[in-house]
């Protein structure tokens, strides 16, 4: 059974920088996409960035792209978020998918002075 789980959400001040991670238990397919999507109360969930399970192939949202990067750690079944210059429009819970399929339970992330 795969699942994923996010860890390094928090509180900082607009223009700063967070890492988020989301740790891969189980063994995704090859073809397999990880994906960021992120929400803020009485909104859909908003697609972030995404990459490929086995391709360096990252793609962004146009409103993250330039500050936020998304990369891979296979060696420990690990898909980061780093997130630089970041907005009080950044505030939202943001969550880890593999294929749309399976969901971490999300993590705070607030932008606030």
């Known amino acids: 059974q795969v699942r994923v789980e996010e860890s390094g959400g928090g509180l900082v001040q607009p223009g700063g920088a967070l890492k988020l991670s989301c740790v891969v238990y189980?063994?995704?397919?090859?073809?397999?996409?990880l994906t960021w999507f992120r929400q803020t109360s009485g909104t859909e969930r908003e697609f972030v960035a995404g990459?490929?399970?086995?391709?360096?192939?990252?793609f962004y949202t146009g409103s993250v792209k330039g500050r936020f990067t998304i990369s891979r750690d296979s060696a420990k079944n690990t898909v980061y978020l780093q997130m630089n210059s970041l907005k009080p429009e950044d505030t939202a819970v943001y969550y880890c998918?593999?294929?749309?399929?399976?969901w971490g339970p999300g993590i705070q992330v607030t932008v606030s002075s």
């Open positions: 189980g063994c995704p397919s090859d073809d397999a996409v």
């Open positions: 990459i490929g399970w086995s391709a360096n192939d990252p």
């Open positions: 998918t593999i294929d749309q399929t399976f």
